[in-house]
């Protein structure tokens, strides 16, 4: 079997494996037991990372170690016809010509791709190596948290290669850092009254996306935009809010969101014309970016439970057309490069309050702590409680790297031609693992994913021989 059948067959083995954040126990099961099967050596910390250990090709056991990292989870979201269950079900994958995805679910080749990389390279016997250090780390896709309570003494090597990278020939040398407020509206639950009737809004069909790498795309937000159409119904006719929902990662723009709502009969037909309106409105000018997009407004035919008050709908409906979405600036040194960004991950009307988790990138640290004390004021203006979450510095590059300047060679002598150095607006580990671990020489690379963290995710098969041969010639280099 050639080295591309072994990785895409380990590939199909790793998405076999739930492994949705915080549900990594499997897949770190499985790995442990195919290294001690080989009599590799693991561990794990606390926060449940996992390092294996490869012994060095015979000869070159003095080479300095080389540390090779991705991680473990995977974004989960789906298309709403889709019954996938993350906890349970394999991810069904489909090839199409030079792409492989999957079926009606994020396909996790960010970063299952970097996993049956690694597994594949140690078993080739052919490739020559240094000691290597396999580094897999945990809930990297809600804010880097493995990365940020990684052991450091669990690492020897002073040189990493992130394998999380999504654009072949490109070389990741920095990112942006990160950060999230999570918001909290308090509410009252009052019954609906028999004057009310209730209707129900949904929006489907949107690109959606990385929060990061497609922020500057232009794509609607589901939560922004349901919370348009609310707003503009509330403008001439008081609502009522019984359900709230959009969104479920907050490293994901927001394919879809519903909401009910409950309205004086009287103002029925009130609410259907201003609906009407505002979907003609938004329609027009999401034609272009958005074909899919539908949007309904639909009289319920049974009564909803509950619903909070005119005031806290209110409330809410403004706090969310108020919290930012898309780029808010771009790089003065760099072109097209976005410096910060905000999206809107997740929204839910719970039992306790409207739940919002606002997410912010930006590339310079004060520009990010300027975004994130904005958002905190404007909720606690709207009475809503906060709470920061997973914030990150941002990893900058450097230019004069060694690794750099080897994995430049590499590419070069075997492709002919150089490779793009770039700084990305995405979130990458790198930064943080070097900061842990007292100063390493890291840079990233990977093969050629397209639409990450949305079901239309694939992975362009013909990028994966020129990231094998570019793994296989680095380590021959470095032995």
Known sequence: MN???????????ISAIPRGTKNEAGIRLWLQEWASQ??????????????????ASVGYGDSPTL?????????CQKTPDSSHDFTRDPIRLIRDG??????????????????????????DESTLHPPLELLLTVEEEVGLVGANHLDPSMLSGRTLIN?????????????AGGGSVEMTLPVMWLPQSPDEVGFEIKVSGLRGGHSGEDINK????????????????????????????????????????????????????????????????????CARLEPSLFISLTEQSEPAVQAISREQTMAGIQLLVNVPYGVVNMAMETPNLVETSANIGVLELKQDGLFIVS????????????????????????????????????????????????????????????PMVMVIHAGLECGIISRRCGGLDTMSFGPTIENPHSPDERLYLPSLPKVWDLQKGLLAVLV
Not at 67 to 75: A, E
Not at 163 to 175: A, K, N, Q
Request: hydrophobic share 40%; aromatic share 6%.
């Open 98 to 123: 030079d792409w492989l995805t999957a079926d009606g679910t994020t396909l996790g080749a960010d970063n299952g791709i970097a996993i049956a990389l690694m597994m594949a390279l140690v078993e």
């Open 67 to 75: 540390i090779l990292q991705g991680h473990l989870d995977m974004v």
């Open 218 to 285: 232009h794509r609607a937000n589901a939560d922004k935009l349901i919370a348009c159409v609310l707003d503009f119904i509330q403008r001439d006719v008081p609502l009522r809010l019984s359900t709230l929902k959009g969104g479920n990662a907050r490293n994901a723009i927001p394919r879809d969101a519903e909401a009910v709502f409950f309205c004086s009969k009287d103002k029925a037909d009130d609410c259907r014309t201003s609906f009407s309106n505002i979907a003609q409105i938004i329609h027009a000018e």
């Open 163 to 175: 394998l999380d990278s999504e654009h072949e020939g490109v070389f990741i040398v920095g990112c």
């Open 359 to 418: 997410s912010y990138r930006s590339s310079v640290f004060s520009r990010l702590e300027e975004m994130l004390q904005s958002v905190e004021a404007l909720a606690w203006l709207a009475g809503a409680h906060t709470q920061r979450a997973n914030l990150n510095s941002p990893w900058q590059p450097n230019l004069d790297s060694e690794i750099l300047k080897t994995c430049t060679g590499v590419y070069k002598s075997r492709f002919g031609a150089e």
């Open 38 to 55: 080989r009599g590799l050596r693991s561990q794990t910390d606390a926060a449940g990372n996992l390092v294996i250990y490869i012994p």
């Open 3 to 13: 080295p591309i059948d072994v990785i895409l067959s380990r590939f199909e083995q």
